[in-house]
T-cell receptor
Framework: AQSVAQPEDQVNVAEGNPLTVKCTYSVSGNPYLFWYVQYPNRGLQFLLKYITGDNLVKGSYGFEAEFNKSQTSFHLKKPSALVSDSALYFCAVRASGGSTLGRLYFGRGTQLTVWP | DGGITQSPKYLFRKEGQNVTLSCEQNLNHDAMYWYRQDPGQGLRLIYYSQIVNDFQKGDIAEGYSVSREKKESFPLTVTSAQKNPTAFYLC??????????FGDGTRLSIL
């Protein structure tokens, strides 16, 4: 069965400091991994994805994520946090095979707060 | 611009009433999804459709129904059988191997 864990409900960081939002996954076969961000009363916005290739993936707004197959992790990172990065972040996984086209399994979300 | 339009943004339901949430996309995506979002629970899949005139139950389909008569449209009906319908509902679509695209959601409340 596919699943995603985001072990931290909340992450607090000071502006200008690096941030990390953690994600681990369980999937049959090779994973397709995604990060999304959600602002209040809005839908999810796509940040970045890992399908294959380089383990370090760069995405929108200066975010990047590192795929680690041995640890089944896909942590989201940013070298220097901004107050405007404060939002709810979701990690998601999709199995590379199977008949459920595009179905994603989401973590419970991590609320990121960046303090000025 | 291409995207997903959900309407209405806010919706109120009376006891015993069915309500329908609209989802329209002009991205030419085959697959569409409905999620329910509750605080602290992430997104839970209600129904999904991979092609017109076909759909499958997700993890929490009880009390909900859908139709997929057109590629562009995937409406969700919250029936009176859904006893706790208050939530934020999100519609999404996806191309074959790309990320899901989301609408801006409908917030459903009970009067």
């Amino acid at each position: 069965a596919q699943s995603v864990a985001q072990p931290e409900d909340q992450v607090n960081v000071a502006e200008g400091n690096p941030l990390t939002v953690k994600c681990t996954y369980s999937v049959s076969g090779n994973p397709y991994l995604f990060w999304y961000v959600q602002y209040p009363n809005r839908g999810l916005q796509f940040l970045l994805k890992y399908i294959t290739g380089d383990n370090l993936v760069k995405g929108s707004y200066g975010f990047e994520a590192e795929f680690n197959k041995s640890q089944t992790s896909f942590h989201l990172k940013k070298p220097s946090a901004l107050v405007s990065d404060s939002a709810l972040y979701f990690c998601a996984v999709r199995a590379s095979g199977g008949s459920t086209l595009g179905r994603l399994y989401f973590g419970r979300g991590t609320q990121l707060t960046v303090w000025p | 611009d291409g995207g997903i339009t959900q309407s209405p943004k806010y919706l109120f339901r009376k006891e015993g009433q069915n309500v329908t949430l609209s989802c329209e996309q002009n991205l030419n995506h085959d697959a569409m999804y409905w999620y329910r979002q509750d605080p602290g629970q992430g997104l839970r899949l209600i129904y999904y459709s991979q092609i017109v005139n076909d759909f499958q139950k997700g993890d929490i389909a009880e009390g909900y129904s859908v139709s997929r008569e057109k590629k562009e449209s995937f409406p969700l009906t919250v029936t009176s059988a859904q006893k706790n319908p208050t939530a934020f509902y999100l519609c999404a679509s996806t191309p074959d191997f790309g990320p899901q695209h989301f609408g801006d959601g409908t917030r459903l409340s009970i009067l």
